[in-house]
């Protein structure tokens, strides 16, 4: 059991410290280090896009919620594995921060900070792109062409309602789940 949590450790410390961009952008490197590795077998495709749902709807950022929840299922349903995934996750980006802060208050000014910062953006935006990418799947979606169009005109539905009205998006995912539940029995 050791050997989980210093693999969940290992696994997390490397997702807080190439996560840039956030949660969302964190989501295929958690896939990449977590879905299908020996140490936690339990944590499937099926179960990974679950855990992101649920990781989405509960408050807190999702990279953090996801490592919480994957944390206490890798070892055997333990709080101490929720502990171990959070701190790891979160180390990593609190002490560049605290860095980052000090030296970049320092030089501001200079070229070669602004030309980083302005290197990231596409990162991040590849990221998150993947993020997105990665949740277009068969358990999400379908597998059946009439799930996948309606699992497609429900999403775009959605995001319709959010972009063009000023409905709050908490009812459009309310409303989304209860329409889903009934088109997809």
């Not at 590795?37 to 099926?46: A, D, H, L």
């Not at 590849?126 to 309606?150: C, V």
């Amino acid at each position: 059991m050791t050997e989980t949590y210093l693999k969940l450790v290992w696994a997390y410390l490397k997702i807080g410290l190439f996560g840039f961009g956030g949660g969302y952008a964190m989501l295929s490197l958690i896939q990449n280090e977590i879905v299908g590795s020996s140490w936690c077998p339990q944590i499937t495709n099926q179960t990974f896009t679950d855990i992101v749902a649920i990781s989405q709807m509960t408050p807190g950022p999702i990279g953090i919620n996801s490592a919480t929840y994957i944390g206490y299922v890798a070892c055997g349903n333990s709080v101490l594995g929720s502990l171990v995934a959070t701190i790891a996750v979160v180390l990593p980006p609190f002490v560049l921060v605290l860095y980052a802060s000090h030296f970049i208050t320092k030089h501001e000014n200079s070229t070669i900070i602004k030309g980083a910062f302005m290197g990231l953006r596409p990162v991040v935006v590849g990221l998150i792109a993947s993020a997105a990418l990665l949740l277009m799947n068969g358990e999400n979606f379908g597998t059946t062409e009439p799930d996948i169009i309606k699992s497609v005109l429900l999403c775009a539905g959605s995001f319709g309602v959010v972009y063009f009205t000023k409905i709050h998006p908490i009812l459009v995912i309310i409303a989304a789940g209860i329409i889903g539940y009934f088109i997809f029995i």
